[in-house]
């Protein structure tokens, strides 16, 4: 197998939903499936990092006892589980998909039909990322972005924004990648490269991001 690579370093990652609960039975969620953050785990791993990774509700496993996993439900929790790992992090990757916004209180009783329409209404949650970018000191920061418009302007746009070293693009508009699916098309910008890469597995999704990442930690 591969060199340890990424040995001595602490790899901090974040996949999947949140949970954004409405009442005891509901919540406002999302299609991530979690995947390509549990790859990256996976192969950061190989690579001989200590990982932690920090994950939203799903039904990704993973059999490696190396993996430190840490199960949250909201963006709050999650942001909360995050900040204990941050200061001795070396390699930040944050792939979770975190609600923007929460319902802006949760209704302790089961809410009940009637027949008027209902509205929730929702506040902002924290923005794990930006906070992580304006807290940096050593740590090599790493986003990813979903756009459906305007893809890589808004992907620079945050890479400015949250102060990342790197911004992992992925388009729901082109066919196999994305949510729920096992394949991903990626395209890696930092501020001064961009690189487009084909269609594959998550698996070797998290090889070429990891692969970059060392690539550019080295020299940092
Ligand atoms: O701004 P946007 O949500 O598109 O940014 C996506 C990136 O920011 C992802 O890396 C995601 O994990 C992270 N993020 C976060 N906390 C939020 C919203 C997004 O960490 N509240």
């Keep these: 197998s591969k060199s340890k ?12 939903p949140t949970y954004e609960a409405i009442d005891p039975v509901r919540f406002i969620g999302n299609h991530s499936s979690g ?21 939203g509700p799903t039904a990704q496993k993973t059999n490696n006892k190396n993996i430190e996993i840490h199960k949250v439900t909201s963006a709050k929790e999650m942001f909360d589980e995050v900040f204990k790992f941050y200061k001795n992090t070396d390699i930040a990757i944050m792939s979770a998909a975190v609600a923007d916004y929460t319902p802006k209180f949760v209704a302790q009783e089961k809410i009940k039909k009637s ?5 929730i209404e929702l506040v902002k949650n924290p ?9 940096k ?25 949250k102060n990342l070293d790197m911004i992992v693009l992925n388009s729901l508009k082109d066919e196999g990648a994305g949510f729920q699916k096992d394949t991903n098309k990626i395209k890696i910008i930092t501020k001064t490269e961009q690189k487009e890469f084909s269609l594959k597995s998550k698996e070797e999704v998290a090889k070429d991001i990891l692969n970059f990442v060392e690539e550019k930690f080295n020299k940092s």
Excluded: P
């Excluded at 990256?40 to 200590?50: D, L």
């Excluded at 923005?127 to 807290?135: H, P, R, S, W």
């Design 127 to 135: 923005d794990i990322l930006k906070t992580m970018g304006e807290e």
């Design 5 to 16: 690579t990424l040995e001595g370093k602490t790899v901090l990652i974040t996949a999947g």
């Design 115 to 119: 027949d008027a329409e209902f509205t």
């Design 137 to 161: 000191s050593h740590q090599f920061l790493v986003g990813f972005a979903l756009e459906t418009q305007n893809e890589e302007e808004n992907a620079k746009g945050k890479l400015e924004k």
């Design 35 to 55: 995947k390509m953050g549990f790859s990256i785990a996976e192969e950061a791993e190989k690579r001989g990092a200590k990982v932690i990774l920090i994950s």
